[in-house]
């Protein structure tokens, strides 16, 4: 289990993120605002959280309002933000973007406090995933037990800002996290869960650690050169796709949170084109090109870890 030092530098990143939220929040609402516009998605109900995504209905908002609710959206981190009956094992994105003139000093500051935002943002998320030491399975709970109710995803999300961009137009996107990964990595890793000795639900201690032994025994028996990899499918996420016309250059950016788009006060400074982000419909999903995927046999289905090997 995690140190006392350990526990008390947590809780102080934690304190000093809301701090830094609430400072970005109080400093964006005095700005000059030129135009907002968000898009709220459905919210995912208890025991629904992994069920297919193949519609979902988009709400769009613009201006003062669309920019009230991204500034709350931003320190929306603990469960009890959200209604009863929403699931806290699926985090609440809120696609859209906040465009706001700015002279030198605004820009300045706006992208110091931002950095500061990410800046503990990725300090909380290391303490609790790599510091700890802790395993997956076990994150849960050590969090819970000193920041009661806290959703991690939204926690560790960063903020993106854009600099003069001439238009921000949003659409959906499908992919799977794919990850190579070494027969002794699966093994270390199984066996830090194995050491743990902790359960995870519904199973006793005893279940768990024979499930966690059948998959290293699994893992085992491939032959040394049976490649290995996690594939694991990934929601449909909306995104952003920003163009800047001096460098003719677009640049695609996941956008779980609000875009912030700084743009400097200039004689010839221009509003940037905001496009609208579509309903999503699975059946309307058109590939340009899908590649023909190598063919893999799961080996242990809790992991989405996949082999090259025939089982």
Known sequence: MADY?????????????????????????????????????????????????????VTPYIGEAAQEMALQ?????????????????????LPGVLCYAVDAAEHQSALLLIEEVNKLKAELEHIVTVE????????????????????????????????DPDSVRFGWANKHIIKNISR?????????????????????????????????????????????KFKRPVKVQPIARVWYRNSQKQVQHPCPLPLIALCQKTPMMQVPKLGELPDYDVTTIKHKYKPQSQPLSLLIKRLHLYTDYPL
């Open 5 to 57: 030092d350990l526990i008390a530098r947590m809780n102080g990143c934690f304190n000093e993120l809301e701090m830094a939220l609430h400072d970005l929040g109080n400093f964006l609402s005095k700005l000059e605002l030129l135009q907002a516009r968000v898009f709220a998605l459905p919210e995912i109900a208890k025991g629904e959280e992994h069920n297919p995504a193949d519609k979902i209905a």
């Open 73 to 93: 959206h931003f320190q929306r981190l603990f469960i009890h933000h959200n209604n009863e009956n929403i699931s806290s094992k699926s985090a609440v994105r």
């Open 132 to 163: 700890s030491g802790l395993a997956r399975e076990q994150r849960f709970e050590f969090v819970h037990t000193h920041l009661c109710g806290l959703i991690t995803l939204n926690a560790y999300r960063s903020v993106t800002f854009l600099n």
């Open 184 to 228: 002794g990595e699966v093994l270390a890793m199984l066996e830090k869960s194995l050491n743990a000795g902790r359960a995870v639900s519904p199973y006793t201690r005893e279940q768990w650690m024979e499930n966690i032994n059948r998959e290293m025994i699994d893992v085992k028996r491939l032959p040394e050169h049976a490649a290995l």
